[in-house]
């Protein structure tokens, strides 16, 4: 037998190595988000008109060359409003899921490894925080420190804890029942190296989860309570704030709440596409562990 000869039966015998593509709904919820992302920082090279240029013999304009998303009731420009808004909620969201995904995640990772009394009691705390309606909590926070950035993302923040915090938790208390976290034990190794170095590592599929879920979800709270007056000030081009401010002529002009809309909207499903693949690539990954580990 020669070597081609040997060489094509060892071909033969290997099965074909497939790379995996990124699912289309992940790249697409991710086209949706970076786009979105870049408008955010980039919007004042992008706005056609200033968007606090009011032009009152342009009020209530239609969509055209010059106005391509109309005007608003003070002649603002409907589409320079609604990039130059995408800058507080592309603040707001993301940094009040971060701040829930890092409590989060160190509360259900110390509680679920410890167990005990800490657990029932800080799981306790937990589910009376859950339970507590966030627009009260955002009516107590106004009304102590004021209508701020900083209000809203605290509220969405503290209103996100609980959830992450139990994902985690559940995730912790499978994972230290397993054989390596037995053996870390018998190495000595201190709580926190456990935690850390162990645990945190095998969990972190839950985490990302969590965190992809929830800015979606902070994306829309942060718009509802700029929508109520409990977000950003009076005036603001914020998508939920504009969309307060023109609800009134909906029927007469509806590209002035349509658009602010339309972007919330746009940027609510791209998150939860990209979570969702998130979600089925760590379920599959964990799928494969467990055959693995058999």
Same mark, same amino acid.
């Given at each position: 037998m020669?070597?081609?000869?040997?060489a +094509?039966?060892?071909?033969?015998?290997?099965a074909?190595?497939?790379?995996?593509r990124?699912p289309?709904p992940?790249?697409?919820?991710?086209?949706?988000?970076?786009? @979105?992302v870049v408008v955010?920082?980039?919007w004042?090279?992008?706005?056609?008109?200033?968007?606090d240029?009011q032009l009152?013999?342009?009020?209530?304009?239609?969509?055209? +060359? /010059?106005?391509w998303?109309?005007t608003?009731?003070?002649g603002?420009?409907?589409?320079?409003?609604?990039?130059?808004?995408?800058?507080?909620?592309m603040?707001v969201?993301?940094?009040? *899921?971060?701040?829930?995904?890092?409590v989060?995640?160190?509360?259900?990772l110390t509680?679920?490894a410890?167990g005990? @009394?800490?657990?029932e009691?800080?799981?306790?705390l #937990?589910?009376?925080?859950?339970?507590?309606?966030?627009i009260i909590?955002?009516?107590?926070?106004v /009304?102590?420190?004021?209508?701020?950035v900083?209000v809203v993302l605290?509220?969405i /923040?503290? *209103?996100?804890?609980?959830?992450v915090?139990r994902? #985690?938790?559940a995730?912790?208390?499978v994972?230290?029942?397993?054989?390596?976290v037995?053996?870390?034990?018998?190495?000595?190794e201190?709580g926190w190296?456990?935690l850390?170095?162990?645990i945190?590592?095998? #969990?972190r +599929? *839950?985490?990302l989860?969590?965190?992809t879920?929830?800015l979606?979800?902070?994306?829309?709270?942060?718009a *509802?309570?700029?929508?109520l007056?409990?977000?950003?000030?009076?005036?603001s081009?914020e998508? +939920?704030?504009?969309?307060?401010?023109n609800?009134? @002529?909906l !029927?007469?002009?509806? @590209?002035?709440v349509?658009?602010?809309?339309?972007?919330?909207a746009s940027?609510?499903?791209g998150?939860?596409?990209?979570?969702?693949s998130v979600?089925s690539?760590?379920d599959?990954s964990g799928?494969?562990?467990? !055959?693995s580990a058999v």
């Amino acid at each position: 037998m020669t070597v081609s000869e040997a060489a +094509g039966r060892l071909r033969v015998g290997r099965a074909p190595v497939r790379r995996r593509r990124p699912p289309l709904p992940l790249l697409g919820g991710g086209a949706v988000v970076a786009l @979105w992302v870049v408008v955010a920082l980039a919007w004042p090279r992008l706005v056609p008109y200033a968007p606090d240029a009011q032009l009152p013999q342009d009020r209530f304009l239609g969509p055209s +060359g /010059a106005h391509w998303l109309g005007t608003d009731q003070f002649g603002r420009d409907v589409l320079s409003r609604m990039l130059a808004g995408s800058r507080p909620v592309m603040e707001v969201a993301p940094a009040a *899921t971060a701040l829930a995904v890092v409590v989060g995640t160190a509360v259900g990772l110390t509680v679920g490894a410890r167990g005990g @009394w800490l657990d029932e009691v800080v799981m306790r705390l #937990v589910d009376a925080i859950a339970v507590f309606p966030a627009i009260i909590a955002a009516v107590l926070f106004v /009304a102590l420190l004021g209508h701020s950035v900083t209000v809203v993302l605290v509220v969405i /923040a503290v *209103t996100f804890v609980p959830l992450v915090a139990r994902s #985690v938790r559940a995730a912790t208390l499978v994972e230290r029942e397993k054989p390596y976290v037995e053996a870390a034990r018998l190495r000595g190794e201190p709580g926190w190296s456990l935690l850390l170095r162990e645990i945190l590592p095998n #969990v972190r +599929g *839950t985490v990302l989860v969590e965190a992809t879920s929830r800015l979606g979800d902070a994306v829309f709270a942060a718009a *509802t309570l700029s929508f109520l007056g409990l977000g950003q000030p009076p005036g603001s081009p914020e998508w +939920g704030s504009s969309i307060n401010d023109n609800r009134v @002529w909906l !029927e007469n002009a509806p @590209w002035t709440v349509l658009s602010p809309a339309l972007a919330i909207a746009s940027l609510v499903v791209g998150v939860a596409l990209v979570a969702d693949s998130v979600r089925s690539r760590s379920d599959i990954s964990g799928s494969g562990k467990e !055959e693995s580990a058999v």
